[in-house]
């Protein structure tokens, strides 16, 4: 891997790490927090791609394991891996990869409703497919009853897959056109 890319999945499992100091909103029928981590999620596929973007949620959950408290509520260490929110935090990497994905093969120039819709699909509805059967299991309640609590979180969800799209292909955009003009100037220098 190259320094510019062990540099930005350092970034983002930072940008992970600064979100988690948003306060949580704790709602009283569910012990899973509204966090503002899933932007974070969403932004790193968007932005980084799949391999990176993976990369980058799995280098955060490492650095959760270790037992820093990274996530929204100063949470940390193993027992976060087998709490009601495990399925949601564990689908994480793969949530940045699959959108990632879905954006590396996407028609250029990026279109921010699509991207929109890759995050409604990825980190979103895959997410939640992950973690509303965790929850069910962990707190021993019916599959329906954590489907119908894992709804509350849809509204914020919504509006990070919207901010995460905007934003994310603004930072793509910018990230890859400086990437052309420097790879063009040093063409340049070489010939």
Known sequence: MKMKEMTYVSLFAAIMIVLGFLPPIILPFTPVPI?????GVMLAGVVLGARLGGMSM????LIILAGVPGLAGGRGGASVFVGPSAGYILSWPLSAFLIGLLVEKAKQPLKVWKVFLYNFAAGIIFVYLCGIPVVAFVMDISLEAASISGLSYLPGDLLKAIIAAGLGVKIRQRLFKNQTALNTNRTKEIA
């Open 58 to 61: 799995i280098l955060f959950l």
């Open 35 to 39: 966090t503002a981590q899933t932007l």
